[in-house]
Every structure is written in structure tokens, then in C-alpha cells.
């Protein structure tokens, strides 16, 4: 028998699958979290400026190094039947690097300055650069319409803009701006290597075109140059090799030499394959801490507030489209967090979490009893807004509003939300057959599942794996080290199977119509007709 690792690093922690190649079967896992988390509040003891989303590359490193070896052994397998290795990590999340790959953060001089570490992919200190690139952008760039005619602060070309204007001395001391799945395989290559779906969705680049050296001139005279020069590396496409593990990184961490290691992939795009989704008309959300939407097409539409729609970043001669909500689980993380501590209390003594005693009382609850609806806005709103300004609020409480409302209205929230991006997508012409939902949500959380196959009006198809994303990146595995003709031939074997299906109830769906009229209101109001209100309360908080 033949296995792929897959590595996959999420916002909190790195998932490293041992994968049968031929079944698609986990034979080992190992899962770390990231010893030094997300810094957000402050580094080496000093606050860190509002907005601001770091980690340290050395956390990735030590997944590596911990979590292969570990995995290996819970597999029982001998190494040198691994034929493969694939990664896929967040996007865009950026390190800051010397010209050998070493980040700046690991140098002395460097320790105590945040913008020496990685910028993760909710890193939104590059507002004004992005409001900046929007208003030029809006303006003369036709380009534009395929990446949702907005420019998001979470992208990599705005943090490099921000490097420049908060810390010009430091951006020209780095050799190379480079997404974190990138500098992952770099590393273990020994080669500087670009994925085109990075690349492409983060970096406003094409491959018939590059760069776009007009309009990032009209931004900063030095920014052509800044981004030619910083992201620089030989370009490597999905589904191809991105070069073999150096002798050093075999040796260290037991490997067959010139082991084949292909091209990063952004996470959400991964769980396609890990879930068969590689078909045109299907619409797939990939729940965690936020959500991504996608779905593929062998022509580029202009989609409002999309992501980016790039060819050939996920199967050949389609274009991905993505969209996506800022936060998902984080934000139920953070209502439960604010739990009623007589609520906590109880669920305590019932034996079981927070999360489970909220859903067991939500879901008591008929649609629309609670009299709430809430905005999901409380990390911005990625699409179809494209604004990390706006904040999240809540309408209809009253005193008597029990707090398991609260927590379903949020729910709630997150499927308007979604439902917007879906609506977005079949504005622009594209049919939507299937729906297929997987991550570290569908499969854990009952009612959110049947609220979103209520508010969409579909069934939804629940993987029954919530690895899809690193089974995707073992997939592209097993693919580089030639265990498979093409990454469809590689999906096929290896794609996880569905835990079930669920079917909307038409009582739920005509109430969740109305709510989602209100929720549209709220959207158009304060996502488009007064964004102000909430930018002056943020100003003021600061």
C-alpha cells in the first residue's frame, strides 16, 4: 500500500493526515495547536495596534517537525511507502523573509516588531491601504470585476502596501513577501516557489497579464516594483510538482528522499477535492472559524463581491470563484463566551458544553419566535461587501429575550449571510444544483445545519469528513508523486464519503423568507446606504 501526507494549517492550529492513495482512507493523524496562537492583543508585552491578526512561521515549522513523525507512528506504516506530500494553509497569510526564506521575526532585532511576523489572513491593518486601492480601482480598472469590484484589506498586495507605509525600513531589509502554503514548500524544497492560486486570488495577478503595473502604480509609484520584486519565485500550478523534499528536511524528518511535495493550496479550495465537489453548478461552504464559498466554471462572470475567480486554481481549465464571511465559528465562539453564567452553570451539571446546552435550548425554538435578527458583520463583511469596517449588531431584544435566542439569531445570521453570496452567484448566471457543506461545523452542529437547508431553500450534502481540506492537500499528494494521472482521476479515489443529506422543511422556509427580507434591509442600510455609522463608532472605540 501507498500513502500521501496531507498538512493542513488552519487559523489555530496544524492537522498533518496520513492518506491512503488508493481509498482515500486516514490511516494517521497528528494535530497541533500553535504554541504561540494569534497574537492580537499584544507582542513581548507591549499592545498591539487595533485590527492587527499575527503569528509566528516558527509554529508551522514546529507542525512539521512534531506532527509528520507522530503521524507516522499512529499509522504504523513504514515511510518509505510514502509517496507524496501536499499542503494547504489560510490565505492570504503572508511572512516576511530574508532571501533564504528565514522570517524576519526570527531575528533579535526584530522580536518586538509586529510587523516582522506573519500577517494572518484576518489581519485587517491595511484598511486605509485597501479603501485607497478601492477608490483608484473603482475608478478605471475593468480587471477589477473579477475579483467582486473590491479590494480587501485581508489580501496580500494591501499588507505590502501597509509594510511600506508603516515600516518602509523593514520592507526593504525583506527579500520576499510570500504566502504562508508557499513558504511552507519553499522550505522544504529549497526553492522559492509561487502557487498560482495564491497568487492569483491574493495578489491581483493573471497568468496572461501579471501584475497589474498600471493601477498598482496609480496606488504608489514604488509599488510595481515592491510587488515584482518581493513575489518573486518560479511560478508552480495546482495539481503539478512543486519539487522534491531536500536531503536536509528527509533526514530530519524520516522521509524517502527526493520525496515529491506539490504545489500549495489555499485550505478552503483544498476541500473541494476532499469532498468530490469538482463539478460546475455546485456550490460548497467550508465552515471553520470562517466560511468560504465556492464554486468552479469554464467561464469568468463578474460576481459582486467575490474573492476572485482564477483559472486553473483548483482543476485545470476551470475557473474557482470565492467568496466568503469573515466569521463563522469565530463568532459563535465569541456569543458563547458571553454566556449567562446561571447557563453555564446548568450545563455544567447536565455534563455537557456550553455550545451543546445553547443548541439544545435553540433548537427548542420555532423559526422567527425569537423576534431577532442579527447582522454578522463582527469581523467585517467579506463579501458580498468587501468592507472589514463594518461590525455586527442585533435588532428585536427585549427584556424578556432569553440569551439561547441570541445565540440562534447569530446562527441565523451567518445563513442570511451566506444566502446573500448565493444569490450574488446566480445573479451573475450561475445555476446551483447541489450544495455541499463541510469543515469543523456541518458535521457538529445539528440546527446550524438544518437553518442554513431552511434559509437557502436546498439540501445540503454534509461530508463526512471534517478533513476535507488536508484530504484535498494529500490528494494533491498522491497526485505529484504519480499515483494518479490528474487530480479528477486522484478525487475520485480518494474523495471523502457524505454523512448525509439535509432537507429543508417548508413551514421553516416561508418564515425564514421574511426574516431574510429584514435581514436585507439591515444589510442595504448599513452595508451600503450609511457603512459611516459604523466606521465613527470604531473611530471612537480607538
Known amino acids: 500500500m501507498k500513502y500521501s501526507i496531507g498538512i493542513d494549517f488552519g487559523t489555530s492550529s496544524g492537522r498533518v493526515l496520513i492518506i491512503d492513495v488508493q481509498t482515500g482512507a486516514i490511516i494517521g493523524m497528528s494535530v497541533l495547536q500553535y504554541k504561540s496562537g494569534t497574537m492580537e492583543k499584544s507582542l513581548a508585552g507591549k499592545p498591539l495596534p487595533p485590527d492587527f491578526a499575527l503569528q509566528d512561521a516558527d509554529d508551522y515549522i514546529e507542525v512539521i517537525e512534531k506532527g509528520i513523525p507522530e503521524a507516522i507512528e499512529n499509522a504504523g506504516i513504514n ?16 511572512v516576511i523573509t530574508d532571501e533564504n526564506l528565514v522570517p524576519l521575526s526570527r531575528f533579535a532585532q526584530h522580536k518586538a516588531n509586529p510587523h516582522a511576523y506573519v500577517k494572518l489572513w ?32 485581508e489580501w496580500l498586495v494591501p ?31 529549497g526553492e522559492n516557489v509561487r502557487s498560482n492560486c495564491a497568487k492569483g486570488f491574493k495578489s491581483f495577478w493573471n497568468e496572461a497579464d501579471g501584475f497589474s503595473k498600471e493601477f498598482l502604480a496609480e496606488i504608489d509609484e514604488e509599488l510595481p516594483d515592491i510587488i515584482e520584486q518581493k513575489l518573486d519565485g518560479r511560478l508552480s500550478k495546482i495539481g503539478e510538482q512543486a519539487g522534491t523534499l531536500s536531503d536536509e528536511w528527509s533526514s530530519k524528518l524520516g522521509l524517502p528522499t527526493q520525496l515529491p511535495v506539490a504545489t500549495a493550496i489555499i485550505d478552503a479550495h483544498s476541500a473541494l477535492l476532499g469532498i468530490g465537489a469538482i463539478q460546475k453548478n455546485q456550490f460548497t461552504m467550508v465552515m471553520g472559524t470562517s466560511t468560504c464559498h465556492l464554486m ?11 474573492s476572485g475567480s482564477v483559472k486553473d486554481a483548483i482543476i485545470p481549465d476551470l475557473f474557482a470563484y470565492e467568496a466568503g464571511q469573515s466569521a463563522v465559528g469565530d463568532l459563535f465562539g465569541y456569543i458563547v463566551s458571553n454566556t449567562p453564567q446561571q447557563y453555564v452553570v446548568e450545563a455544567q451539571a447536565q455534563n455537557i458544553s456550553v455550545f451543546d446546552y445553547l443548541g439544545q435550548k ?38 424578556h429575550t432569553p440569551y439561547e435566542d441570541v445565540y440562534r439569531a447569530h446562527l441565523e445570521a451567518t445563513a442570511f449571510g451566506t444566502k446573500m453570496i448565493m444569490n450574488a452567484y446566480a445573479e451573475a448566471g450561475m445555476t446551483i444544483d447541489e450544495v455541499f457543506a463541510c469543515g469543523g461545523l456541518p458535521q ?22 471534517d478533513y476535507a481540506s488536508g484530504i484535498g492537500a494529500a490528494i494533491l499528494g498522491g497526485v505529484a508523486g504519480d499515483c494518479h494521472p490528474n487530480i479528477e482521476s486522484a478525487v475520485q479515489s480518494m474523495k471523502q464519503p457524505l454523512l448525509k443529506t439535509i432537507q429543508p422543511i417548508p413551514e421553516n422556509v416561508a418564515i425564514y423568507e421574511k426574516l431574510f427580507g429584514i435581514y436585507e434591509e439591515m444589510h442595504r442600510y448599513f452595508g451600503l446606504e450609511k457603512p459611516g ?10
Open 362 to 399: 435553540a433548537a427548542q425554538k420555532n423559526a422567527g419566535e425569537s423576534g431577532l435578527v442579527a447582522l454578522d458583520w463582527h469581523n467585517g463583511n467579506r463579501s458580498p461587501l468587501s468592507n472589514s469596517e463594518l461590525s455586527g449588531m442585533l435588532i428585536g431584544q427585549t427584556l
Open 296 to 306: 468552479l466554471n469554464e467561464e469568468q462572470k463578474k460576481v459582486s463581491g467575490i
Open 79 to 94: 515511510a518509505e511507502d510514502i509517496v507524496g506530500l501536499g499542503v494547504d494553509f489560510t490565505s492570504s497569510t503572508v
Open 159 to 189: 499588507k505590502a502596501l501597509e509594510l511600506k507605509n508603516k515600516v518602509p525600513e523593514l520592507l526593504n531589509e525583506a527579500a520576499y513577501l510570500i504566502e504562508a502554503g508557499d513558504w511552507v514548500v519553499s522550505t522544504l524544497i
Open 122 to 153: 484576518k489581519h485587517h491593518g491595511a484598511i486605509e491601504e485597501a479603501n485607497l486601492m478601492n477608490e483608484i480601482g473603482q475608478q478605471e480598472e475593468s480587471w477589477l470585476c473579477h475579483y467582486g469590484d473590491n479590494v480587501s484589506s
Open 444 to 465: 457538529k452542529n445539528a440546527l446550524l445545519m438544518q437553518i442554513y437547508a431552511d434559509v437557502l431553500n436546498k439540501p445540503i450534502h454534509i461530508s463526512a469528513s
Open 533 to 542: 455609522i459604523m466606521k465613527k463608532l470604531k473611530d471612537l472605540a480607538q
